[in-house]
């Protein structure tokens, strides 16, 4: 009886693999796979290494205080001659440009022009060919490309960046961007989950507690924004915001427009598109439903027996509310600001749209890093420090707010 319970046990756990083994398999190459490949490429540096071989083994003896010795300037043309005939110069030049801006070209004109040279010295020959090569500060940035992995790009993800010598330091301020749009993503999400916060939760307590019917006709409305696609509610929030629209003509009838003139807050007419109100309104618009439904699936569970049973005891409607109604709610609250500040750092449309220059998050100059420039490895650092932003933020809020610790009742 036990080995047929056994047998019987086991084909049960070898269905129940089966039928999660194409879920489990999805998962792996549609996530994991993606993020690993993202990290990899993060570090993956290898257009110097691959193309100036020889230049990249004398440089290693270099001090970087004088200009390199003879020896390096003639591994250098050698290395140029090999990657102008595999047509590799390009790649050598859009690597350094990211470090030298205006190198690129110079380096593919180098890598045409040396051909010519056969016979040393070739210190003084390569230096004629473009000044660039009389630089210091040259060589050693190709001294700090000359690996195949390299923190290069997350360094600069970050604002920083290795001196001659390997230190990391800080670049100069007016360089000093990508910092800047870490915080402009974080706060943009942050403050349009708090604005869904606040007008959702007010909406899935009248769901929770109107009638079956009202509470149906009202979820339709709730519901109404995942029946179209994002680009059209996008674009509606443009027509909406454009100068001389909808809301500037409201605002005009109103007389909030005068009232804003004369308290000299604002002159002329409003300008709402292409500002961080519009950003902020539109991915608000879109993202309420996701932080109202979880708030929703947890009050429909509360009975109204604990607030019959509060204000029994002599507690006022708002008393008994704030102290045993809300939290209850937590767990919701939790998981649905959880979701919508989450799906808020990857927003790429709609700021893009409806937003400044200045309203621009991460996820656009990922877009415009990999469409434009042609470089995955800052994209997949801008990739790798987004990933690892939401995973401590959600570390942290797990360990403050988070669901576990949160008590029912």
């Known amino acids: 009886l036990k080995v047929a319970l056994a047998r019987a046990e086991r084909r049960e756990k070898v269905k129940a693999v089966g039928l999660v083994l194409p879920l489990f398999a999805f998962i792996i190459l549609s996530f994991v796979v993606p993020i690993l490949i993202m990290l990899y ?72 022009k040396v051909a010519a040279l056969d016979a040393a010295p070739f210190k003084d020959a390569v230096i004629a060919i473009d000044k660039v090569w009389g630089e210091a500060e040259t060589w050693a940035t190709i001294k700090r490309s000359s690996s195949v992995y390299t923190p290069f790009y997350i360094l600069s993800m970050l604002d920083l960046r290795q001196d001659a010598n390997g230190s990391i330091e800080r670049v100069p301020a007016d360089r000093s961007i990508y910092k800047d749009i870490l915080a402009r993503t974080l706060g943009i999400s942050f403050l349009v989950t708090l604005m869904t916060l ?116 002599g507690g006022t409607p708002f008393y008994c509310f704030l102290r045993v109604y809300m939290p209850q709610t937590l767990p919701g609250v939790a998981a649905g600001c959880l979701l919508t500040f989450i799906l808020c750092l990857g927003y790429y449309i709609t700021p893009a749209l409806v937003g400044g220059p200045t309203d621009q998050m991460i996820s656009g100059f990922i877009e415009r890093a990999i469409n434009s420039e042609n470089n995955w490895g800052k994209a997949s650092a801008l990739g790798v420090i987004l990933l690892t932003a939401t995973m401590i933020l959600y570390y942290v809020y797990n360990k403050l707010i988070g669901i576990d610790r949160m008590k029912l009742g």
């Open 198 to 313: 606040i007008f959702g939760y007010p909406v899935a307590y009248l769901l929770a507690t109107s009638p079956q019917k009202t509470a149906s006709i009202l979820m339709i409305f709730v519901l109404l924004p995942f029946w179209t696609s994002l680009l059209v509610r996008t674009t509606a929030w443009m027509i909406l915001m454009t100068d001389g629209g909808v809301f500037a003509q409201v605002l005009n009838y109103t007389g909030i427009t005068w009232l804003l003139n004369t308290a000299g807050l604002m002159e002329g007419e409003p300008q709402l598109f292409k500002t961080r109100f519009a950003t902020i309104v539109a991915m608000t618009h879109i993202q309420l439903p996701f932080t109202l439904l979880p708030i929703y699936s947890v009050m429909k569970t509360i009975s109204p027996n604990y607030m019959r049973a509060a204000k029994s005891l």
């Open 41 to 112: 490429n993060s570090v993956y540096d290898p257009d110097v290494a691959e193309n100036l071989p020889q230049t990249v083994v004398a440089l290693k003896q270099w001090d970087g205080k004088e200009l390199p010795s003879e020896e390096v300037f003639a591994a250098f043309v050698a290395d140029m001659k090999a990657a102008q005939k595999n047509k590799q110069v390009a790649l050598v030049g859009k690597r350094l440009n990211y470090e030298i801006s205006g190198i690129r070209s110079k380096v593919v004109a180098t890598g045409r």
